[in-house]
């Protein structure tokens, strides 16, 4: 009993200050039954991983498994990921990691052939092939934005289908409103590529409804566009047509059907990956529709490079960010 009590205080006192020390408090019990019950204690004052200390992060793993691997943003998602170290005598495995002391990624536990969530992380993000855990480091920001709108004033959503008979095909798009949309108001406008995707799993129209009641944004009108042929319409030999589409079709039926500005300075374009590609396309192409662009993690191919490269500068606002963890040809 007093062995246990011994391990019991320990285990608390380590846990709270050096991960390092607890392997070293297990590796020296005297037998199975001691290591187990600390690892006991230690899951019970930890009900909520991975642990996380200034840049340093601990993933952990309870249960028989012969291989578990950590992967995600910061692999690549590679199968390959880190493989996790079994503590001899238990059923714990682990891996350190350091990040960032603000950084923020999608992971997930590779079980065997299984992709699983961490079991004991409690925070996921929507991904394009389903939920991922989400490992915020301690000096990760608030992001007020993203807090649910119970609260607040939301936009309404139009649906609406356009078929282009030069691309010779159909799909359906979704336009923002914002809390009291008014006629008699005229709106900027933003134009969001791959549209579904930022609709539902960036969940932009709720970030629209926090930031517009936080006052860090004006009301405007959003136009969410998904891609049908995506490689050729947003990189490839339909790029021009997909975008005289844009301009011809959608965007001037938003400005006959809602209240909008006609000033580029407030129009802007946006999207990811190759869907940034093709907002810079746009705005290259029709800077007196959009003046803005926005292109997130975004490809670039060499034409349109070369297109910016100009003095003097286009009329264009450019905006870009690129993940420190995100695809290294991006990169």
Not at 72 to 95: C, E, P, V
Not at 136 to 161: A, C
Not at 255 to 278: L, M
Not at 292 to 313: C, L, R, T, W
Request: net charge neutral; charged share 15%; aromatic share 10%.
């Amino acid at each position: 009993m007093r062995l246990l009590c011994v391990l019991l205080l320990s285990c608390n006192i380590i846990v709270a200050n050096d991960f390092k020390a607890l392997l070293d408090t297990i590796n020296s019990a005297s037998d199975s039954i001691a290591k187990k019950t600390i690892v006991d204690s230690f899951m019970l004052q930890n009900p909520v991983l991975p642990l996380t200390n200034g840049t340093e992060c601990v993933f952990m793993f309870r249960g028989n498994a012969d291989r578990i691997i950590v992967t995600g943003d910061h692999k690549q998602w590679s199968a390959n990921g880190d493989t996790m170290k079994r503590i001899a005598g238990t059923d714990l495995s682990y891996f350190m990691n350091t990040f960032p002391i603000d950084a923020r990624i999608d992971y997930k536990f590779i079980n065997g052939s299984n992709w699983i969530l961490d079991p004991k992380n409690p925070l996921t993000c929507a991904g394009g092939f389903g939920p991922n855990s989400e490992l915020r480091m301690p000096g990760y920001p608030q992001q007020p934005e993203l807090i649910g709108n119970t609260d607040i004033p939301k936009g309404s959503i139009f649906d609406t289908t356009f078929r282009s008979s030069s691309l010779n095909n159909s799909r359906a798009i979704k336009v923002y409103l914002p809390p009291g949309y008014s006629q008699s108001q005229q709106y900027p406008v933003i134009l969001f590529h791959d549209g579904l995707d930022y609709v539902n799993l960036a969940k932009a129209p709720a970030i629209i409804d926090r930031l517009i009641a936080m006052n860090k944004m004006r009301p405007i009108i959003a136009v969410f566009v998904p891609a049908v042929n995506r490689t050729s319409e947003y990189a490839g030999n339909t790029m021009n047509t997909f975008h005289q589409f844009i301009i011809n079709d959608i965007m001037n039926w938003v400005d006959k059907r809602f209240s909008t500005t006609a000033n580029p300075e407030y129009r802007a374009v946006a999207g990811a990956s190759n869907g940034g590609n093709i907002a810079l396309y746009c705005a290259l192409k029709s800077p007196q529709i959009f003046g803005k662009v926005a292109a997130q993690s975004s490809n670039v191919i060499n034409s349109i490079m070369k297109e910016f490269d100009v003095y003097p500068p286009l009329p264009i606002t450019l905006y870009t960010d690129i993940g420190t963890y995100d695809i290294p040809q991006l990169i």
